[in-house]
């Protein structure tokens, strides 16, 4: 066996030994400041974890006997990072199709597709990503993006080949385990605007007629179950697995995750998710400051990434590094991510500190990446630093949001993970050469 094979299986069982000793211990952070997730931030603050479970938060909190004390003095304890819209897990190099599972192309199950089956918890990405404070990540197929990272087939007339809807986004955690999914099919994907122009087939008009009807025939399959298993009913221009997996979203109960950039579609997007009764959740929103007072009232939350700014698209010409503060400003729910490819998962926080540098207040954009997918996507035991709650936390060398500050410890659901990736490995090997 190799050296870095070795390093590599040696890091896996580290962390699981180490895992299961932090559980069993009692351990007290002393001295730092404490950023709960909920907008309070207490210098001096002790943490006690006792059994994987937070016991005490705060300043003065007492410490156990026999705990083991971690000085925490000039450094920062944040709950962990939430990246909230990812290909990690299901895609290891994009340009190879072996490892890649974040684009369903079999038009039959377009939205049934749920990328959870694919999750792979071996991923070289996932302690890369803990590495960079992150604990939970949205898996959210691919295309969905509309980012123009992802190519479309077309027939020889011309016609796209890749259906319109782009599966259900799941939710995974980054711990060392061997089942890491905390919650499949949360929501139905889509893009909306130029990447679900050329998917229809050449106009934004009829990806908005192929999505009415798609949310119609799903409501019409509901109310026709019985009349469908004995063939009597009309035809439906979705599958039997598609239109099952579009029900949640038709009847309001799940959201749609809407990628949209140019304001002229923003509205559209709110005006669709009135007419059709919808919960919307939108991503990207380059060009969302235009329109913030209007996402505001809709009370819509916005998944976008603060640092786009650079017009390489037509429907982003008005994007700019201030969007973030904008619209926070007006009153919308802001989630902040990073770039979809899982090797940037581990930069999230550097995206809050550009918000933060382009006027987002700073607490408001900590919790945009802590708290507040943590409340949306309803994964109650992540984003926040409280008592009686599992520790998800990281314990950071000094302020987050500086690019050259490292997370020195990261514990996810209780227990205290490796921070020893595949870089680290190959360093390690070649070093010693």
């Known amino acids: 066996m190799n050296n870095l094979k070795k ?14 000793a932090a559980q069993a211990q009692t351990i007290a952070i002393q001295g730092a400041t404490l950023v709960t997730g909920t907008g309070a931030s207490l210098p001096g603050a002790t943490i006690v974890i006792q059994n994987g479970i937070v016991t005490a938060a705060g300043a003065g909190a007492a410490v156990p006997a026999g705990a083991t004390l971690i000085d925490g003095t000039g450094k920062t304890v944040t709950p962990g990072l939430f990246v909230s819209s990812s290909d990690i897990g299901i895609e290891e190099v994009s340009a190879v199709e072996q490892t890649n599972d974040s684009q369903a192309e079999n038009k039959d199950f377009a939205v049934a597709y749920d990328p959870s089956y694919s999750v792979n918890p071996a991923s070289t990405l996932l302690p890369l990503a803990r590495l960079g404070g992150v604990t939970r990540a949205v898996i959210m197929p691919a295309a969905a993006f509309g980012d123009g990272a992802h190519t479309h087939e077309v027939d020889t007339a011309g016609h796209v080949e890749e259906p319109l809807f782009h599966g259900q986004p ?5 711990g060392a385990a061997a089942d890491i999914l905390v919650r499949s099919r949360i929501g139905v994907a ?26 119609e025939d799903a409501r019409h399959y509901a109310a026709n179950k019985a009349a469908f298993n004995q ?20 009847r309001g109960e799940a959201p749609l995750f809407l990628a949209v950039s140019r304001a002229a579609d923003i509205r559209l997007a709110l005006r669709l998710a009135k007419e059709e009764k919808l919960r919307l959740v939108l991503l990207g929103v380059e060009e969302g400051w235009m329109v913030a007072g209007e996402i505001a009232a809709a009370g819509v939350p916005v998944i976008i990434k603060p640092t786009t700014n650079i017009p390489n698209r037509f429907e982003i010409q008005r994007a700019r590094l201030e969007n973030a503060a904008l ?15 899982g090797h940037y998962a581990n930069q999230v926080r550097f995206e809050a500190g550009t918000a933060v540098a382009y006027g987002m207040p700073r607490d ?3 919790a945009a990446i802590t708290s507040r997918p943590a409340a949306l996507f309803g994964v109650k035991d992540a984003g926040v630093v409280a008592v009686g709650k599992p520790a998800d936390l990281v314990l950071w060398a000094g302020d987050p949001l500086e690019p050259t500050v490292l997370a020195e410890k990261v514990f996810v659901n209780g227990t205290e993970q490796s921070l020893q990736t595949r870089a680290r490995a190959l ?3 070649y070093l010693k050469r």
């Open 190 to 215: 889509l893009p909306l605007g130029e990447t679900a122009a050329k998917n229809a087939g050449g106009s934004r008009s009829l990806s908005v007629a192929i999505l009415k009807e798609a949310l």
């Open 427 to 429: 360093e390690q090997r």
């Open 231 to 250: 063939g009597g009913t009309r035809e439906y221009s979705l599958s039997r697995a598609d239109l099952e997996a579009l029900l949640p979203v038709a």
């Open 170 to 174: 799941a939710i995974i955690h980054t």
């Open 364 to 366: 408001k954009a900590l």
């Open 327 to 341: 619209l926070e400003k007006a009153g919308v729910n802001v989630i902040l991510t990073t770039t979809a490819d």
């Open 7 to 20: 390093a590599l299986l040696g890091s896996v069982f580290a962390a699981l030994a180490l895992g299961a």
